[in-house]
Antibody, heavy 122, light 110 residues
Framework: EVQLVESGGGLVQPGGSLRLSCAAS????????MDWVRQAPGKGLEWVGR??????????QYAASVKGRFTISRDDSKNSLYLQMNSLKSEDTAIYYC?????????????WGKGATVTVSS | SVLTQPPSVSGAPGQRVTISCTGS?????????VHWYQQLPGTAPKLLVY???NRPSGVPDRFSGSKSGTSASLAITGLQPEDEADYYC???????????FGGGTKLTVL
């Protein structure tokens, strides 16, 4: 069964850091681009960033709202994706989903995890 | 949002509804594909339509997508109570160099 499971969410103070993990199973993780998408309470979906595969040199891409504060990495040997979040702000409070990317061009997200909740508050 | 969706739509069981997704020349109008996701209350999003008009296996043919110019649409025919959910369109924007979502549309089945 194709599955993504996020972990590492929690409560953090403004200015703090947190690292989310996403464990993949049931598919060839190393062959896929992977995305992080977030959803603030009662709001819509917001793309956070992307990790490309080894074929594309593991390059990353970020939304303007998180660029310079968030870092996406991956460990293909562990079938895992990570999101390092620094200098957290209250507006980063959200459910964070990891998603598998499929398809041509910029692609689409065909498999989603259940999400990890991040709360930034003092 | 870069992609504009109506905040809400509604319909009676058995009826047909459409959800629009309006973009611009830097996203949908630049011939980037549009994808649609369904988010049931309290759950993660689920891919509903990809590459403008294709359905993943398991998605009923009551759901269909189309794209023209700078806009796209999701049509749902034969509305069922279980279709009550939030629906999001997604594409790529070359000006932002980012994937973009619509603001979401809440579908109510009356």
């Amino acid at each position: 069964e194709v599955q993504l499971v996020e972990s590492g969410g929690g409560l953090v103070q403004p200015g703090g850091s947190l690292r989310l993990s996403c464990a993949a199973s049931g598919f060839s993780f190393s062959d896929h681009y992977m995305d992080w998408v977030r959803q603030a309470p009662g709001k819509g979906l917001e793309w956070v960033g992307r990790s490309r595969s080894k074929v594309n040199s593991y390059t990353t891409q970020y939304a303007a709202s998180v660029k310079g504060r968030f870092t996406i990495s991956r460990d293909d040997s562990k079938n895992s994706l990570y999101l390092q979040m620094n200098s957290l702000k209250s507006e980063d409070t959200a459910i964070y989903y990891c998603a598998r990317v499929e398809g041509r061009g910029a692609g689409y997200m065909d498999v989603w995890g259940k999400g990890a909740t991040v709360t930034v508050s003092s | 949002s870069v992609l504009t969706q109506p905040p809400s739509v509604s319909g009676a069981p058995g009826q047909r509804v459409t959800i629009s997704c309006t973009g611009s020349s830097s996203n949908i109008g630049a011939d980037y594909d549009v994808h649609w996701y369904q988010q049931l209350p309290g759950t993660a999003p689920k891919l509903l339509v990809y590459d403008n008009n294709n359905r993943p296996s398991g998605v009923p043919d009551r759901f269909s997508g189309s794209k023209s110019g700078t806009s796209a649409s999701l049509a749902i025919t034969g509305l069922q109570p279980e279709d009550e959910a939030d629906y999001y369109c997604q594409s790529y924007d070359s000006s932002l160099s980012a994937l973009v979502f619509g603001g979401g549309t809440k579908l109510t089945v009356l």
